[in-house]
């Protein structure tokens, strides 16, 4: 059974920071990329940085520079540092696994989401 669990959410003010961890079971985590999404209040989930089982990285325009994806095998964990938090950045986080096979299919997996609210 493949499980996908959030953590490090929380109410935070403007401006300051929380780091978010997403631990994997049930699945061979070195081998997929990794992403976090955020689904603001009425809005549609949106991508907010991906890191592929190499370790690549990308970001949406509106967070670079303020926060940073990272993962450990190790650990089968991936992590979100978000810095600088904005009111903007409001929103449910929701950790996603990603698999292409080499048939072309896709594989995927999605956690519960964790809630940040950035609120003086």
């Known amino acids: 059974q493949v499980q996908l669990v959030e953590s490090g959410g929380g109410l935070v003010q403007p401006g300051g920071s929380l780091r978010l961890s997403c631990t994997a079971s049930?699945?061979?985590?070195?081998?997929?990329?990794m992403s976090w999404y955020g689904q603001a209040p009425g809005k549609e989930r949106e991508l907010v940085a991906r890191i592929s089982s190499g370790g690549s990285t990308n970001y949406a325009d509106s967070v670079k520079g303020r926060f940073t994806i990272s993962r450990d095998n190790a650990k089968n964990t991936v992590y979100l540092q978000m810095n600088s938090l904005k009111a903007e950045d409001t929103a449910v986080y929701y950790c996603?696994?990603?698999?292409?096979?080499?048939?072309?299919?896709?594989?995927?997996?999605w956690g519960k989401g964790t809630l940040v609210t950035v609120s003086s």
């Open positions: 049930g699945i061979i985590f070195s081998i997929y990329n």
């Open positions: 996603k696994a990603t698999r292409r096979t080499t048939n072309g299919n896709v594989t995927y997996y």
